[in-house]
């Protein structure tokens, strides 16, 4: 018996990194997955993994920078599985020649990162919080990041986006507590993912064969002395739409190996 036998959870973002981690935790906690991401092939890999292992999940390509794509993909989860119950706001983008300062920062970088990193959460809570409200109540988590609290240089779309997100957590909160639905936040640290190690080549240029070596040095600087895993985000997105945070709403919770209470985020130098 898994703790969310029976549930229903879209997760965007959710073939590779933290994503991918997050599809296969609800799975094996007996949830139904509908993966929502832009890559197909990684998707019906997800799929069929989860699938393998005895769980139930489906894909749906989405481009979270296309507003029609959220609504399309609560319809679709309502469509495969019969409803939602738990969102998990994953999805997120941090493009090579973002690092930029705001003045030499164009309008389409920012447009593209604010669309897919914040605009993409609100539709998808727009979309989906009628279909949990029909259903009894539900959650939704916002994957933020410790960027969303300290800054790393040279990120000012990237900061802005995952600040509003902590934003918009606490009032969907408010907004929708009495209706039995709860809004959290994930701020993730340095975590091993397609993203981050992106996010390492575009500060640095660390060609491929050194990425590992870069990875491993930012994980020494941690104070818990690891970087962190898919793995250790899923742990709580999980544990956070469970029963066993019932009392849990508008908060954020860090899951970083202590970097923020060390107060030294910004000088990893590392994307969440």
Known sequence: MGIHDGKVVIVTGGALGIGGGASRAFAEEGARVLVADIDPDAGHQTVDEITAAGGQAAFVQADFSVPADPRRVVEQSVTQFGGVDFVFNNV????????????????????AILSINLKSYWLMAKYAIPVMRDRGGGVIVNNASVQG?????????????????????????????????????????SIDT??????????TGEEPGDMDAAVTDAGARSPIGRIGTPADIANVVVFLCSDRASFMTGEFVNVDGGVMAQGAWADLGRAG
């Open 92 to 111: 997120g983008i941090q493009p090579r020649n973002s690092y930029r300062n705001a003045e030499d920062t164009t309008e389409e970088i920012w447009d």
């Open 149 to 189: 609290q300290q800054s790393a240089p040279l990120v000012p779309a990237y900061a802005a986006s995952k600040g509003g997100v902590l934003s918009l957590t606490r009032q969907l909160a408010l907004d929708y507590a009495r209706q039995n639905i709860r809004v959290l936040a994930v701020c993730p640290g």
């Open 194 to 203: 397609p993203l981050m190690r992106n996010a390492i080549s575009g500060e």
